[in-house]
């Protein structure tokens, strides 16, 4: 099997533009700009797990080289049957790299880096709703703890037989909305509710909306464009939160977007989590035309897209969950709800990797 010429000359572009911004982040001018430096820093962090793949394929291939090249000088019988042995070896590794180079030099999502904000809403199904929105909650923070994530909540609306009707929370990690983005969308659970007499399994649903984290440069905010309202705390927190006005809700004028932080006893932290989560909100209107041109082109839209759609069931009878953008059913449905939801993850990964290789190939 020969080696792609056209993908070494790729891959050693790529390296000298590797080791161009290499130098360029020691160079003191782009240390003090700030927006530069942060734009190169991100890029010499995107390119290096392909320029360490690209140096084991260069390394391959010097290798395929050589066996070659003994074949055709040595004479003694052992060491050839040898180095035909390794070079069929070597040359089986080819395929399985070379897909590996590709799904790496297709485009990212430049947010695939950024962190999260997850909102999860209990749904149609009423206190079953909300306690399923609980039980997600706790799912994706057993998988954050996993992943080394921090996860700060900023809202919380609890519901009446427990669960919440609506909770959000910011995730900060490595990579967080790349991971967490294939969570958008509606989920279901089928069992039977904890108020159900008869024992018939009911449905309910829950939606997950995972946004990436603006950062302050993404987007401008004119303070004069917010309203700002301070309240009692109702949550949980003790007397101290719900005795004081520490409590915001903030409100951008221009787009109705209003958010709400009562999570911290100090009113300035409860300001800094709110202006975090308005700025998202904000970003997030242009982002979504972006989804949704991504999705107008793909069939499965693994990732992407409406975020009313229904993604995912969780049946608790059969123990099973089915992710239906990939029609992917698994039967370990208490594994899952305890945080080992990496495994599903791969797979909406993968699918949607092969559909971007087939678009890049037509």
């Given at each position: ?46 390119l290096e797990d392909l320029v360490a793949v690209s140096k084991e394929y260069r390394n391959l291939y010097d290798n395929i080289q050589s066996t070659k090249q003994l074949l055709k000088e040595e004479s003694d019988e052992e060491m050839r049957e040898m180095a035909r042995e390794e070079l069929e070896q070597m040359e089986e590794q080819l395929p399985a790299m070379e897909e590996q180079i590709k799904v ?259």
């Open positions: 099997m020969a080696i792609n010429s056209s993908l070494l000359e790729k891959l050693e572009a790529i390296r000298l533009r590797f080791e161009e911004i290499g130098t360029q982040i020691t160079d003191p001018a782009v240390i003090s700009d700030t927006k530069k430096y942060i734009k190169l820093n991100k890029e010499y962090k995107d790496l030099l297709l485009p990212s999502d430049p947010q695939d880096r950024k962190n999260a904000v997850v909102e999860i809403r209990g749904g149609t199904g009423g206190d079953e709703a909300a306690i399923f929105a609980g039980d997600l909650y706790r799912m994706y923070i057993k998988f954050c703890e996993r992943k080394g994530w921090k996860v700060d909540v900023t809202h919380v609306s609890e519901g009446t037989s427990g669960g919440y009707k609506e909770v959000v929370f910011n995730v900060t990690g490595n990579g967080v909305y790349g991971i967490l983005k294939y969570e958008s969308g509606v989920h279901r659970v089928q069992r039977v509710p904890q108020t159900e007499t008869q024992g018939r399994v009911h449905t309910s649903a829950a939606s997950v909306a995972v946004l990436p984290e603006a950062e302050e440069f993404d987007v401008q905010i004119r303070q004069e464009d917010i309203r700002k309202d301070t309240y009692c705390s109702s949550g949980p927190g003790g007397q101290s939160v719900n005795t004081t006005y520490s409590a915001i809700r903030l409100t951008h004028i221009p787009t109705g977007i209003v958010v709400t932080c009562q999570d911290q006893k100090s009113q300035l932290k409860n300001l800094d989590k709110a202006m975090i989560e308005l700025r998202t909100r904000i970003y997030n209107l242009e982002y979504q035309k972006y989804l949704d041109e991504i999705a107008s082109k793909r069939k499965t839209m693994v990732s992407t897209g409406d975020r009313s759609a229904k993604i995912r069931t969780y049946n608790y009878p059969q123990g099973r969950v089915t992710d239906h953008r990939i029609n992917y059913t698994i039967y370990n449905l208490p594994a899952v709800l305890d945080g080992d939801v990496q495994g599903l993850i791969d797979k909406l990964q993968m699918e949607e990797n092969a559909e971007r290789l087939k678009e890049s190939e037509m």
